[in-house]
C-alpha cells in the first residue's frame, strides 16, 4: 500500500518551499539517530528501511494532494509546481536491517538536495523508530523463550493496522515463529498459526462437543481448555482421545488464562497420565519476556507461547528519543547544540570492532575516516533507485548471526550494568569542537 | 484506504469453515468491553466506529487473497467460494463517538450470522481499542493545559502510519486545536499546524539569517530559538523586530528543549522588555499531561502545547484489556467463566442515569430491558448498510458535552479515589446465574 506523500509534518513543506525561495538546492545529510538507551534494552534492532525505500522510490504528490496543499493559501503556485514534478532521487545508506544498533549510530542516512531530504523526515522516523522497537522487544521475548516457539497474536492490540502489520513481520525477523495475522503472512511471506477462540466454544452446547467438531475438521488442531474450567476442559481432550482412539491427531491444548505455570504443570499430568505425552501445551494470555523467563525458569511444561498485547504495543520501551538531524549542508558539517542534545556535524560511518567472535567497540567516525572494524552503514539506493533487496529471510539469518556476536550479558533480559561501548573518534570529536567555536564566533 | 478482509487472525477463519462445515449459520451477539480501567485513567473516550463501519461496508475478498487462502491448503473449495460472495450483512449498534465509557461496558455491538460476525473480530478490536485510548489520553492532555491550545505533532513517534493519523483525529475529537500531520489534516478536515525545525535553522550560515528568511517568506510564522542557545535564539528574534520595524508580525517563538518553564519566563521577559507581548510562546519536547500540568501550575507564561511522542504511543496506559465477546448465539444467552474474566450472557445495553446535569450511574442490563436512563447503545449499521454518518465535529461536541456532565473529580489527572459506578442489572444477574448453574450440570 503505498503511503501518500502527504504523510509529513507541515513544516517539512513550508520549509521546503523556503529553500526553494532561497535557491538553497545543495546537497544535504540528513541521519537518523536515537540518542540513548531505554532503561530496559541492551540493544535496539534496525528494522523497517525496506518501507523507507519503497516510500522514496514511489514519491510523488498526486494532483488531489496538491489541491489541497493550494488550499491552505500558503504555497505559492510555482512551488506546488516544482513539488509535482518532484521525485526522490537522493541516495541512502542505512544499516542493514536485523543489525544491532546503539546510541548515537546513524540508522540511516540520507544524502540529497536539501528539498528532497528533508521531505521524507516524518515517514523517516515514523517506519525505522516503531519497526526497531518492535524487533527488540521481540528478540527479547524469543530470547526468554530457550527455543520454544513465540508466535506474535498481537493484531488486535497494536495500535493501528499499519502497527499490526510490521510488529508481525518484526516478531519474524527476530526469530519468532510466525504469526496469527493473515495478512502479514500474505503480505511478508512468513508462516501463520491459529488455534481456536473462546467464542467457538461458547457457540456449542457443550464444550465437548465443540472440541470433536473442530477436530473432525481440523484433526492437528490446538484445543483451547481454559473456556469455563482449564482443567476440566483437559479432561474432556482425554475424553476425545479415548473416544476417537488411532484418529485422534490433537496436537496440542492452549491455556490462555488463569496461573499458567501450574495449569501447565496439572494439565501435563493429566495428559501424561491418559497416555497423551506427545500432546503439547500452548500458553497465551497477557506475556512478555519477563513472564515467559519465569515460567521456564519455574520448569512449566509450556512448549510454546502466543504473545500478544505487550509485545505488540512496546509496552515496557514503546519510544525512543530518535531524530533526523541534518548533519552536512553544502559541503559543510552542522550542529546543534540545544541543552542535553548535542549532534556531532558531518557525515558519518560506524565501525564496530570484533574480536575472538564477539562485538567488543563502536567506534562513530567520520564517513571518509578510515578506521578498523566493519562499516555498518551500507549502500541502499542511489539516485533514488534501491540497489539492495530487502529480504526478510536474510535479515532474520543477520540478526541470528549478530546476536552470537554480542557480548552475553548484553543479551540477558536485565539491564547491563555495562552498556556497549560506542565511542566517537578524534576526529569527529575535532570536527565538534571546530564548528562549536565557529558558531560561538558567529551566531 | 480499504483494509483488507485478511486483516484478521487465522483463527477466525478456521473456525468459519467450522461453523459453514456444522451448518451454524444462526444469529450472534458480539460484544465488544473492555475489563478494567488502566491505573493512570478515569474514563475512556469511544472512537474509532467510523473505521469499522468502513470496514464492513466493503468487506470482501479478492481473487489475490482468496489464492493466498486456497495455497495454506486448509480451506476447501466450497468454504472459499463462500468467503467469495461474503458481504457483511449485519447490524451494528454502538456507542457514540465522544461518549465517555467505563469497565464493562459494551462500545460496540455486532449482530450477524456466526460466520460474518466472527470474521469482523480482529479489525474491531485493533480500530476501537487504540482511538479510544488514543482520545482517552489526548483529552486528559486537553485537560491539563486549562484552554491553552494543544497540537498534535506526534506522526514521527506513533506506532505506524495508521496510527499517526488516527492519533491525530483523536486529539482533535478530544478538544485539540489540531496536527501538524498534512495527511490527517486532508483525510479528516482538522487545522494543520507547523513552525520550523532545527534543520532549517543549521543549513543556514547563521540563526538570526534563518530567523529574517523564514520571517520574509511566512510574516506571521513561529520561529524555533533552541538551535544553539535558546535566550540568545529569543534575542536575534527582538533584534529582527528592530530591523523590520513595522513589518515584523512573527506571532510566536518556540521552546523545544531544557528547562520549558524557567526558559518561557526569561523568554516572556526578553520579549516583554522589547516591546513584543504580542508575541506568544510555544511548547515542545517529551510533554504528555503531567508536564504540561507543572508548568500551568507553575504559571509559565506558555500559550500553546506541541504534544508528540508520550500522546503519539499513549505511553502511561498503551493497551486495555479489550475483547469482543460471544454473548449470545441462536437466541440463547453465552458466557465465559475462565479465572477472572466472567463475561455475563446476552445482548445488552447501557442505561446511563444523569442527575442535575451530571452523569451519576451507568446500569448495565438486558437489551430489551425497560431501565431509567440514557440509552448509550445506538444503531449504526442495519443489513451491512451505515445508517449514521459518523462525523468528526459532532463527535467533538459530544465529547465536549459529555466532559460537563463528568462527575468533577473524575476530570482529574490523579486516579479518582471513587471509580464512576457501573454496576449491572438484576435480570442480568438473574441470566448470568442461571447459564452459570446449566454449564456446571451440563459440559
Known amino acids: 500500500m503505498k503511503t501518500s506523500a502527504l504523510f509529513t509534518d507541515l513544516y517539512e513543506l513550508t520549509m521546503a518551499q523556503a529553500y526553494v525561495a532561497e535557491h538553497m538546492d545543495q546537497l544535504a545529510v540528513f541521519e537518523l539517530t536515537f540518542r540513548k538507551m531505554p532503561a530496559n534494552r541492551n540493544y535496539i534492532v534496525a528494522a523497517g528501511i525496506s518501507d523507507v525505500l519503497d516510500f522514496l522510490a514511489t514519491f510523488r504528490f498526486s494532483g488531489e494532494e496538491l489541491d489541497y496543499l493550494r488550499k491552505r493559501g500558503v504555497f505559492l503556485e510555482t512551488f506546488l509546481r516544482r513539488l509535482q514534478d518532484l521525485r526522490f532521487a537522493g541516495d541512502v545508506y542505512a544499516v542493514p536491517e536485523g543489525t544491532l544498533v546503539f546510541p548515537n549510530e546513524p540508522l540511516v542516512q540520507v544524502i540529497a538536495p536539501i528539498l528532497e531530504a528533508q521531505l521524507m523526515e516524518t515517514l523517516v522516523l515514523n517506519q525505522i523508530h516503531f519497526q526497531s522497537l518492535a524487533a527488540a522487544k521481540a528478540a527479547r521475548v524469543v530470547e526468554a523463550a530457550k527455543g520454544r516457539s513465540v508466535l506474535d497474536f498481537g493484531a488486535r492490540r497494536a495500535h493501528g493496522t499499519d502497527a499490526a502489520l510490521k510488529v508481525a513481520r518484526a516478531t519474524y525477523l527476530a526469530g519468532g515463529a510466525g504469526t496469527s495475522n493473515v495478512l502479514a503472512g500474505m503480505k511478508y511471506g512468513i508462516p501463520v498459526f491459529g488455534t481456536m477462540a473462546h467464542s467457538y466454544v461458547q457457540a456449542h452446547d457443550s464444550e465437548a462437543e465443540s472440541f470433536e467438531a473442530f477436530a473432525a475438521l481440523y484433526p492437528e488442531t490446538t484445543l483451547l481448555v481454559d473456556t469455563y474450567d482449564t482443567l476440566k476442559g483437559v479432561r474432556k481432550v482425554v475424553d ?3 473416544k476417537l482412539g488411532n484418529r485422534f491427531r490433537v496436537r496440542a491444548v492452549r491455556l490462555d488464562s488463569g496461573d499458567l505455570g501450574s495449569l501447565a504443570l496439572e494439565t501435563r499430568k493429566i495428559l501424561d497420565e491418559a497416555g497423551l505425552e506427545h500432546v503439547r501445551i500452548f500458553a497465551s494470555s497477557s506475556l512478555d519476556e519477563y513472564q515467559i523467563r519465569d515460567l521456564v525458569k519455574a520448569g512449566a511444561p509450556i512448549d510454546a507461547f502466543g504473545v500478544g498485547t505487550k509485545l505488540a504495543v512496546m509496552e515496557d520501551a514503546s519510544h525512543l528519543d530518535i531524530a ?110 571546530k564548528i562549536r567555536k565557529e558558531i560561538a564566533g558567529g551566531t
Open 240 to 242: 476425545l482421545s479415548r
Open 324 to 433: 533526523y538531524k541534518l548533519v552536512e549542508y553544502a559541503g559543510k558539517g552542522r550542529l546543534k547544540l540545544s541543552t542535553k542534545k548535542v549532534l556531532y556535524p558531518g557525515r558519518k560511518q560506524v565501525f564496530r570492532q570484533i574480536e575472538a567472535g564477539h562485538m567488543v567497540h563502536d567506534v562513530i567516525g567520520r564517513f571518509d575516516e578510515e578506521l578498523p572494524g566493519e562499516r555498518l552503514l551500507q549502500p541502499m539506493m542511489r539516485h533514488g533507485r534501491a540497489i539492495r533487496d530487502i529480504d526478510l529471510e536474510e535479515s532474520r539469518r543477520r540478526f541470528q548471526s549478530e546476536l552470537t556476536r554480542l557480548p552475553p550479558p548484553l543479551r540477558d533480559l536485565g539491564p547491563s550494568s555495562v552498556p556497549y561501548p560506542v565511542s566517537f573518534s578524534e576526529r569527529l570529536q575535532d570536527d565538534l569542537d
